[in-house]
């Protein structure tokens, strides 16, 4: 099992920067791969960046290139996501997800609500 705990959402002003945490526990995580999700109302769940738990490479979507850096800090067990620049469009509950065989993501965090104000 693993447990995933979202953080550090909140409203913010367009152009403002802002950091997500997910605090990871449980067991055998060490070689999964960890990623960002986000939904906005109405629309689909939508992939955001992911990054390898263990050797730390990372693969973002197209769109999310350039103002999204995700990252993991090992020893504290914390996943991260950082966006500059945001503007409304970024507004969305974003999630973190754990995939243990690298290909699906089976667990999931409860989510962090990002509202950006213009």
């Known amino acids: 099992q693993v447990q995933l705990v979202e953080s550090g959402g909140g409203l913010v002003q367009a152009g403002d920067s802002l950091s997500l945490s997910c605090a990871v526990s449980g067991s055998a995580f060490s070689s999964s791969l960890m990623g960002w999700f986000r939904q906005a109302p109405g629309r689909e769940r939508e992939f955001v960046a992911a990054?390898?738990?263990?050797?730390?490479?990372?693969a973002y979507a197209d769109s999310r290139k350039g103002r999204f850096t995700i990252s993991r800090d090992s020893a504290k067990n914390i996943l991260y996501l950082q966006i500059i620049s945001l503007n409304p469009e970024n507004t969305a509950k974003y999630y973190c997800?754990?995939?243990?065989?690298?290909?699906?993501?089976?667990?999931w965090g409860q989510g962090t609500q990002v509202t950006v104000s213009s």
């Open positions: 997800a754990c995939s243990r065989n690298g290909r699906t993501y089976d667990y």
């Open positions: 990054i390898s738990w263990s050797g730390g490479g990372t």
